[in-house]
């Protein structure tokens, strides 16, 4: 199983941080218009203001922006308000959809003046099309081959000025040259329980979803930091409310309907808490090898080590370490276990945090 099954498979779970055919459907009545609803990511969104009114100044056409975090932080939705903010259109398109280095030249050679490029996955694009990408970002320019073999000429091509907008989940898979051909990187971050909680209330408002201050706590503290899950986790507690209260949510019930789908008080779901379960019951907290951990729950390798760890790391829960899966005394005190003498933790500590940042360990 490759990353992306691993996220296919995580899109089937409630705190997935994937789009599912359902987030598909509702993000777009969701998504903020203009960077004044943009909420949290105060860096990024005061960087691009700049560049984005420096470029309406002028009259021109924004630089290239690139967008790197992990899934559901709102990448495409800043693309779109990019394009929102400027007052041009915008395609859409992504790094997977882009087999040939023609399919890119059609693409660039309909572009209207300033027009935002969207182009989603940048990090899977395809060898000849990413060297085409370079000189169109860079010269507005591109080489259209035309025939085959020998005879084969290249007939360049001009553009107009557009503003390619790349997203990535994976920044560092990005060559070098692509990178910095961008005239801003916006990295995005987790965010804060406090901001995710102005992603629920807004939502709600939008869904005509009743809640109050702490249910919308009780919702983001469960969220991972991330407003995608965010929303999804509030039209399930939305029709537990609906079927089993009067449709008012509070933090009782917030709480009532996450327990139901299993997602508990820190955001961790069923097969988190297996994996968590093992290590410290099985393992007395490890050092313990990843196959090993992995048979003892059931699960392939590769669903342990990019579902579940990569949140439960950023949680500082577990970590990796040379010898092994560990887990930290922060996990023995979640899961409400007290550790064996002597063995907690390894050294390890966790704060809890989880606003670490790391997404991509
Ligand atoms: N800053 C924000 N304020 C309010 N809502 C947000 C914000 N960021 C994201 N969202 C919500 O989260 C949803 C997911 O965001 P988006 O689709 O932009 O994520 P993404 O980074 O493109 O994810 P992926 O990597 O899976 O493509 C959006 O529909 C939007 O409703
Ligand atoms: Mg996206």
């Given amino acids: 199983m490759n990353w992306d099954d691993a996220a296919a498979e995580s899109a089937e779970r409630l705190v997935g941080p994937a789009a599912d055919r359902e987030d598909q459907a509702v993000e777009a009545a969701l998504r903020p218009r203009d960077l004044g609803e943009f909420i949290g990511q105060e860096r990024v969104r005061q960087q691009?203001?700049?560049?984005?009114?420096?470029?309406?100044?002028?009259?021109?056409?924004?630089?290239?922006?690139?967008?790197?975090?992990?899934?559901?932080?709102?990448?495409?939705?800043?693309?779109?308000?990019i394009a929102a903010e400027m007052g041009v259109p915008i395609r859409i398109t992504s790094g997977p959809a882009i087999q040939h280095a023609g399919d890119l030249a059609a693409i660039l050679s309909s572009l209207t003046e300033g027009e935002v490029l969207f182009l989603d996955e940048l990090h899977r694009m395809s060898r000849p099309a990413e060297e085409m990408l370079y000189m169109a970002m860079e010269d507005f320019r591109v080489d259209v081959v035309v025939g085959k073999g020998p005879g084969a000429t290249a007939i360049p091509l001009e553009l107009p000025p557009f503003t390619l907008v790349g997203a990535t989940t994976r920044a560092g898979l990005l060559p070098p040259p692509l990178r910095d051909r961008f005239g801003f990187t916006g990295h995005m971050e987790f965010y804060a329980p406090a901001e995710l909680e102005r992603v629920i209330h807004r939502s709600a408002g939008l869904l005509d979803v009743t809640i109050d201050t702490a249910g919308a706590a009780e919702i983001a503290g469960r969220s991972?930091?991330?407003?995608?899950?965010?929303?999804?986790?509030?039209?399930?507690?939305?029709d537990y409310a609906q079927v089993r209260a009067d449709g008012v949510v509070t933090r009782e019930v917030a709480a009532k309907a996450l327990e139901v789908y299993e997602v508990d008080g820190r955001g961790l779901d069923r097969l988190d808490r297996a994996v968590l379960q093992a290590l410290l019951k099985l393992f007395g907290g490890g050092p313990v090898g990843l196959s090993t951990l992995a048979v003892a729950v059931g699960e392939e390798r590769e669903t342990v080590e990019e579902v579940a760890e990569p949140f439960l790391v950023r949680e500082g829960l577990l970590a990796r370490t040379p010898r092994g899966r560990v887990a930290t005394p922060a996990a023995w005190a979640h899961l409400g276990l007290v550790p064996p003498q002597g063995t907690a933790g390894a050294g390890t500590s966790g704060d809890g945090s989880g606003q670490s940042g790391l997404f991509d360990s």
């Fill in 224 to 238: 991972r930091g991330t407003p995608r899950i965010a929303n999804r986790l509030l039209r399930r507690v939305r």
């Fill in 48 to 81: 691009l203001d700049l560049v984005l009114r420096a470029a309406r100044a002028r009259g021109g056409t924004a630089d290239h922006v690139l967008l790197s975090g992990a899934p559901g932080l709102g990448k495409t939705t800043l693309s779109m308000i």
